[in-house]
């Protein structure tokens, strides 16, 4: 069960956004990000400006979630929960005159959860993402991943842009996210960070 943490703690420095103007729901989403199938994760922007988005899932209660490994679904799951809001971020920004340029994932850190497994949480997911900085090149976004009123996962993510013209490559071996020790924070049973 993850540890109760509110998400008015100001330590989880959360940005609310204003109310959408318009609904997307997960076909517009599987319609602007690579991920198709049971890998588009997210069910529905909730609200969304330049500045950041939130997105919302009940996808990790689903039994045959492609993410599961020996019938559960790891915390550090909700990294491609968040890098997904990431993208769909970039497809609303882009709108429909642009086709968004393929990201690239380059690092997370600061990461902070206060659970195990997300397929635990019965609620669904508030995904967001806040864009913290950023160029032609690439974002830096805060994401975090909660439930009702509690957050399960924070950190910080590094994403280039137009990974294609940067002769970015992937193969089967690439995983894409680099996780350093010192960026990494394990927090069982805890509601606060070191």
């Keep these: ?43 529905s922007v909730e609200s969304w400006d330049e500045t950041g988005i939130v997105c919302q899932t009940g996808s990790h209660l689903l039994p045959d979630h492609p993410l599961r490994t020996a019938g559960s679904l790891g915390i550090l799951n909700g990294i491609e929960y968040a890098a997904q809001a990431m993208a769909v971020h970039g497809a609303m920004l882009a709108g429909d005159t642009d086709k968004p340029k393929a990201g690239f994932l380059m690092s997370v850190r600061d ?37 009702e009123d509690r957050i399960l996962l924070t950190g910080r993510a590094s994403v280039m842009l ?13 995983a894409g996210v680099m996780l350093d020790a010192d960026s990494v924070s394990a927090l069982p049973g805890a509601a606060g960070n070191a």
């Design 1 to 43: 069960m993850c540890a109760l943490l509110s998400k008015t703690n100001p330590s989880a420095s959360l940005h609310e956004l204003p109310a959408a103007v318009a609904m997307f729901d997960r076909d517009w989403i599987a319609a602007h990000i690579p991920h198709q199938g049971s890998m588009c994760l997210l069910d």
């Design 111 to 147: 990461i902070r959860w206060y659970c195990t497994r997300l397929d635990q949480e019965s609620s669904r997911l508030m995904v967001r993402a806040t864009r913290i900085s950023g160029n032609q090149a690439g974002i830096l976004y805060h994401f975090s991943l909660d439930a």
């Design 162 to 174: 137009d990974a294609d013209s940067a002769g970015v490559m992937l193969d089967a071996d690439s």
